[in-house]
C-alpha cells in the first residue's frame, strides 16, 4: 500500500468522522455534523479551525475569501458533506479549495449516505 502524506492525521479525521455517523445517522443538515465534528475531534486528539476564512488569490490578486469547513492542524482541508451521494461537483469544489487555499492534503467527508463517505485529496498544483 502506498504511504499516505499525513495519514495519520486523516486516518483520525476521519475516525471521528465514523463516530459522529455512527452516532447521528444520516439526515441531519451539514451544520449539525459539524458542530459534532467540533466535539468529537479533541477525543481524537486533533486540533482545528472551524469555519476558517481562507483567502482566495489570482495572479496574487485577493479574490475574496472562502471559509474551509475544518482546517486541521493547520494541513489538512475538510470539507462535509450532507448529502445522498457524492457527484463530480462535490468532489471539483473540494479539489479547487486545496489549490485556492495551496494545501497538499484535504478530506471530502459525506455524513448524509446511509454509510459514511470520505475521499482523500491531494492538490497535485501544491507549491511549498
Do not use: C, W
Not at 10 to 23: C, Y
Not at 71 to 88: R, T
Not at 90 to 101: K, P, R, S
Request: no cysteine.
Amino acid at each position: 500500500m502506498e504511504d499516505l502524506k499525513y495519514k495519520e492525521i486523516t486516518g483520525k479525521v476521519i475516525g471521528a468522522s465514523m463516530e459522529v455517523h455512527k452516532v447521528l445517522g444520516n439526515g441531519f443538515q451539514e451544520v449539525i455534523y459539524q458542530r459534532a465534528l467540533a466535539i468529537e475531534m479533541p477525543y481524537f486528539d486533533l486540533h482545528f479551525k472551524r469555519e476558517f476564512n481562507m483567502h482566495i488569490y489570482y495572479r496574487n490578486i485577493h479574490l475574496g475569501t472562502r471559509r474551509v469547513d475544518f482546517l486541521v492542524e493547520d494541513k489538512i482541508s475538510v470539507e462535509l458533506k450532507a448529502v445522498i451521494k457524492l457527484d463530480d461537483g462535490d468532489l471539483n469544489q473540494a479539489l479547487n479549495y486545496l489549490e485556492a487555499y495551496n494545501l497538499e492534503v484535504g478530506l471530502l467527508i459525506n455524513f448524509g449516505a446511509k454509510s459514511l463517505e470520505f475521499k482523500r485529496l491531494f492538490n497535485t498544483k501544491f507549491k511549498p
